[in-house]
């Protein structure tokens, strides 16, 4: 019918004219960026630490946010691995069978997903109060790790109950126990997508202010110890905007670009890393 063939068109139209508007956005946001940050790109703005201050100093780089960005981002992951992935398992595995448990706990964490970054951020100064924990990496890994848990649970969670049936029931058929049939059939068959929720919830964690604004603290040194104080890039780039001098504020473009193109390459080398092994196995 004619009015099929219209409503077809209508809404492929529709869905061009929504990639399109993504696309631009994203173009107008990466360009902001970098029209006002590479020309203060150097290899002194990767290589050293803030000169004068980060609020005031108009020298030096960001080497201090660069390394603590990567310590907290990477101490999160660990951390939320360590609960996330046996979480998973025992929800695809030991659970399988009990659908109203699992349905709630995926409820859950649905919630704890939506949870604005600043209200974990407040949980995790409270949590430092009642431990006794000053402003510090491991205060900021330790809240990072909650706020990224639950998207790293759901992002594996979505590719374990994916993996067919009749494989994990084979599997239980002859004889493989709980633990064999998790580790030697469901993480063989979903290590593609693992990878992918760990960079998804990496990501999450690298580029969040809120969560970390009253937990790490900030200083210009490198940190040496997980009880100091450490920066990352998005508090640079959020303190240097506050700065009253314009050469700081375009400063803050250009840490802006490092942690976007930080983010790239760990994106692209997990992507290829997934691929390769997707075809191994």
């Known amino acids: 019918m004619w009015w099929r063939k219209l409503e077809e068109k209508i809404v492929y139209f529709m869905m061009l004219i929504s990639v399109a508007s993504l696309v631009a956005l994203l173009l107008a946001v990466l360009l902001s960026i970098f029209i006002k940050g590479v020309p203060y ?8 630490t803030p000169r004068g201050g980060y609020y005031f100093g108009r020298e030096g780089g960001v ?4 390394v603590g960005s990567l310590y907290l981002s990477t101490g999160a992951v660990l951390l939320s691995l360590a609960f ?5 398992l025992a929800m695809n595995i030991h659970l399988r069978t009990r659908r109203k448990t699992v349905n709630r706990i995926r409820f859950v964490l649905d919630i704890l997903w939506g949870i604005p970054s600043i209200v974990y951020g407040a949980f995790g100064f409270t949590l430092m109060i009642y431990l006794g924990i000053q402003a510090s990496l491991l205060a900021g890994i330790i809240t990072v790790g909650i706020f990224i848990m639950p998207i790293m649970v759901r992002g594996m969670d979505e590719v374990m109950k994916n993996v067919p049936v009749h494989l994990i029931e084979s599997a239980f058929s002859v004889g493989s126990t709980r633990m064999e049939v998790a580790f030697r059939v469901m993480l063989r068959q979903t290590i593609p997508g693992i990878v992918t929720a760990i960079l998804l919830a990496f990501g ?11 937990t790490t603290g900030y200083t210009d040194n490198l940190p040496t110890s997980i009880t100091q104080q450490t920066a990352t890039l998005p508090l640079a780039v959020f303190f240097q905007l506050g700065s009253p001098i314009p050469e700081v504020q375009n400063r803050a473009y250009a840490s802006a670009i490092i942690l976007t193109v930080i983010i790239l390459i760990i994106s692209i080398s997990v992507r290829m890393i997934s691929k390769k092994y997707h075809k191994i196995i």
């Open 84 to 88: 996330s992935l046996p979480l998973s």
């Open 41 to 48: 790109i150097s290899w002194e703005m990767i290589s050293q």
């Open 63 to 66: 080497l201090n946010a660069i």
């Open 204 to 214: 999450r964690g690298i580029g969040d202010v809120a969560s970390v604004l009253f």
